[in-house]
């Protein structure tokens, strides 16, 4: 059994940072390929990016590369998710995830992540 906890949301500008964080309990975190989704009032939970267990492949949905990074550290358990040039369209509830998966394009699914935290608010005003 795997808990998670995200952290770092908020209420920011169009154009400014923010980092979130997702911490893990147990002891076998470095085994599960990690993700981020997000979930906007009235939409379907979409990928954002994932990782896979030792950090060597990441996935990133169109509308964020180039501004969002995502990262992990495996003796803190905690997997980051570092956004920058933040648009409007970005807000949204992030869910961070963890499953025993594969980093590829046709596996990049909510089914594919098994444990989820509590989600946090990411808002951004223009």
């Known amino acids: 059994q795997v808990q998670l906890v995200e952290s770092g949301g908020g209420l920011v500008q169009a154009g400014d940072s923010l980092r979130l964080s997702c911490v893990a309990s147990?002891?076998?975190?470095?085994?599960?390929?990690m993700a981020w989704f997000r979930q906007a009032p009235g939409k379907e939970r979409e990928i954002v990016a994932a990782i896979s267990w030792n950090g060597g492949n990441t996935y990133y949905t169109d509308s964020v590369k180039g501004r969002f990074t995502v990262s992990r550290d495996n003796a803190k358990n905690t997997e980051y998710l570092q956004m920058n040039s933040l648009k409007s369209e970005d807000t949204a509830v992030y869910y961070c995830?963890?499953?025993?998966?594969?980093?590829?394009?046709?596996?990049?699914?909510?089914?594919?992540?098994?444990?989820w935290g509590q989600g946090t608010q990411v808002t951004v005003s223009s």
């Open positions: 995830a963890a499953g025993y998966t594969t980093v590829v394009p046709s596996r990049i699914r909510p089914d594919e992540y098994i444990y």
């Open positions: 147990g002891r076998t975190f470095s085994s599960y390929a």
